[in-house]
């Protein structure tokens, strides 16, 4: 045992210790009696000291000064004396709020500090609501961020969803700020539901309940929506909570968090530095394209990464988790294209974030080029396969997602004389950010259920410096590549295994 632990022992010892003690609290309803000492409490709170020397504050019986606290719960008192003595309080994510405002009634900051950062790393479907309105009682906008972040985590968000129903409006408008909530629960219906038909329109993808429900979903934490038909939606009632003007305006603003955008939000985007991305370049191509799509895929400042041949090797799922974001691509046959699609759909499930980098793993044909096993056919890929479309020059022409982290710095982008890419669809649930000049899609991602993401480019990635007639140098194809690696690392919520 190391002579911290034994100081931290002694200290524990002196809590409550009534041989030793000078004051008395008899604290809560049940009038518990807590034995403590005035060297410790009037170094911790100003408010104790004040009272353990004003007479009006005080009742001298025998030996100790004896002070009554009727509003704070023993339970909690008791982690204040904790915090007093040790400055090792037991938070826990139940205590933590009450403990937090027991530290605020009496002036202990530093116990006040610790309960705020537990709460951002202890958010709860039971607790969120209560820490958002702290969070904005103090104008903790990282606190607040992180509430936010939760929600918009579907884990988060479906476990709200229910919670939210037994909430009182008066205390949902107290807690997010609104002053009116609405009559009409069917118009709120109408507007959210055509809201997200809109937005499947404009990305191409066919409506159906599952596409409806995929572009919704950010919108839960405000209303409760049993996702079934478009007919069974307008039958089920929503929970009454906002004006209907608010709730789309803020509805529009938690999508776009939802997705990843730096839209009014001090936070930007979330996740790792550059610095501690680690990106796994995935492979089969000759050695001049590989070159090539290493400097674009670390052209952002990205500087951990590692090369695998997956012309040669198929990598496991054990080794997949040691990288943030696996970049993959083909020019060549791909080892084992079905084990390889597996393996990377597991790697996604567990957290893991894929940049799908070019048109032959798109592709609708059968060759060993082209992705297969359940990355292609489990819905986790931006796009549906597609035929290839080539020898017609193309170039960016329209930036859905103006703000989105992918489209930073990028002004230019042409395909060359070939400007390759595959004739295709958006699956449900993805979103598209930037488009050809002939309307199809260049860039699209699909966000995950963790917060982590699968980004596509439809192109062919190799630049006219491997081949003059491919995308032009010139343009901002290496931004592209390396916004979207850069992007979607930042977005993994992979635990590495360094083993």
């Known amino acids: 045992m190391s002579n911290r632990d034994n100081i931290n022992d002694v200290l524990t010892s002196l809590i409550n210790n009534k041989e ?38 005080r009742n001298k ?16 008192f008791l ?80 476990k709200v969803a229910n919670i939210l129903k037994g909430v009182k409006e008066e205390n949902i408008k107290t807690i997010l700020g609104f002053r009116k909530c609405t009559s009409s629960e069917y118009d709120i219906f109408h507007r959210v ?29 405000l209303v409760k929506l049993i996702l079934m038909g478009p007919e069974q939606l307008k039958e089920i009632k929503a929970t009454k909570l906002y004006e209907t003007k608010v709730i789309f305006d803020y509805s529009l603003n938690l999508i776009d968090r939802y997705k990843g955008r ?8 979330p996740g790792l530095s550059k610095e501690t991305i680690q990106v796994l370049h995935l492979s089969a191509n000759t050695e001049n394209w590989i070159k090539d799509l290493k ?11 590692t090369y695998i041949s997956a012309q040669r090797t198929t990598p496991t799922v054990e080794t997949l988790k040691k990288y943030h974001v696996v970049w993959v691509n083909s020019g060549n046959s791909f080892q084992n294209p079905t084990q390889l699609g597996d393996n990377l759909a597991k790697y996604v499930d567990a957290g893991g974030s894929v940049v799908i980098g070019g048109i032959h793993t798109l592709r609708s044909d059968n060759a060993n080029w082209v992705m297969k096993g359940k990355l292609a056919t489990g819905n986790y890929l931006p796009f549906k396969k597609g035929t290839l479309v080539q020898n017609k020059r193309c170039t ?27 004739n295709t669809s958006m699956n449900s649930g993805s979103i598209p950010i930037c488009k050809w000049s002939d309307e199809q899609v260049l860039v699209a991602e699909k966000p995950r259920e963790m917060g982590n ?47």
């Open 79 to 158: 982690v204040l004396l904790q915090y007093v003595y040790t400055r090792k309080p037991v938070l826990t994510d139940r205590n933590c709020l009450r403990v937090q405002e027991a530290a605020d009634k009496f002036k202990i900051d530093g116990l006040g500090a610790m309960a705020m950062l537990f709460m951002t790393k202890n958010i709860s479907p039971q607790n969120c609501f209560d820490i958002l309105k702290k969070a904005q009682g103090y104008k903790d906008a990282l606190l607040e961020s992180k509430v936010f972040d939760f929600l918009m985590r579907d884990e988060g968000v479906f």
């Open 262 to 269: 730096s839209f009014k939000t001090s936070r930007g985007i």
């Open 453 to 499: 993401t699968v980004v596509a480019l439809n192109i062919r990635p190799a630049s006219s410096k491997v081949d003059g007639s491919w995308w032009d140098i010139n343009t901002d194809g290496r931004l592209l590549i390396g916004n979207s690696v850069e992007y979607a690392g930042k977005m993994s919520k992979i635990e590495l295994d360094q083993k």
């Open 396 to 422: 960016l022409k329209t930036i859905v997602e103006k703000d989105h982290m992918v489209m930073r710095g990028v002004k230019t982008f042409d395909g060359g004389r070939y400007s390759s890419h595959v």
């Open 193 to 221: 539901i055509e809201w997200g038909k809109w937005k499947l329109k404009e990305a191409g993808i066919e409506e159906s309940p599952e596409a409806l429900k995929d572009v919704l979903s950010g919108l839960l934490p």
């Open 61 to 76: 019986t025998q030996d100790f000064v004896t002070l009554e606290i009727a509003d704070v719960e023993s339970e909690i």
């Open 295 to 305: 400097e674009s895929i670390l052209c952002t400042g990205l500087t951990n990464y």
């Open 20 to 57: 030793i003690a000078d004051v008395k609290f008899v604290v809560g309803k049940e009038k518990k009696e807590f034995y403590c000492n005035k060297l410790f409490l009037q170094n911790c709170s100003p408010v104790w000291k004040e009272q353990l020397y004003d007479p009006e504050w």
